[in-house]
């Protein structure tokens, strides 16, 4: 299991991030940058979150983040995992709600550190 986030210079990666402040890509986005926290926020389809550049997969970020939470739908959530795992990542965080039995099936089949239906700015300070 992937250990709570306590050190602050680590990268995260947030896929799901988003300009909308209604949710939660954005208000976890904003959270983890108030606490003081290296975030890259991805979205395929954002130019800027918050007025900082996104990118759109992190096979597009300059250094690899040491956590990736993923604030997105639970089907699009295992296909990325898996593309990730894939490229030799396996530190993954899922908020709730990107979560599924099938998502945790095939966790439970790799050597991937993970948290499922926590979150991350419950667990961060």
């Known amino acids: 299991m992937l250990k ?3 050190d602050k210079k ?6 799901g991030a ?3 402040n209604s949710k939660f890509g954005y208000k976890i ?3 983890l940058l108030s606490k003081g926290y290296d975030v890259t926020p991805i979205n395929p389809k954002e130019i800027l979150i918050d007025g900082v550049r996104s ?3 992190t ?4 250094s690899r983040p040491d956590i990736i939470n993923f604030v997105i739908p639970p089907k699009v959530a295992l296909e990325e995992t898996k593309k990730l795992e894939d490229n030799g990542y396996n530190n993954f965080w899922f908020q709730p709600g990107s ?4 998502l945790i099936n095939y966790l439970e089949t790799t050597n991937s550190d993970y948290l499922v239906n926590e979150c991350i700015m419950v667990e961060t300070n």
Do not use: G
């Open 4 to 6: 709570l986030v306590r």
């Open 59 to 62: 096979k597009l970020m300059k």
């Open 99 to 102: 979560e599924s039995s099938e």
């Open 18 to 20: 988003s300009n909308d």
């Open 10 to 15: 680590i990268k995260i990666a947030l896929i």
């Open 55 to 57: 990118i759109k997969n």
């Open 29 to 31: 986005y904003k959270n």
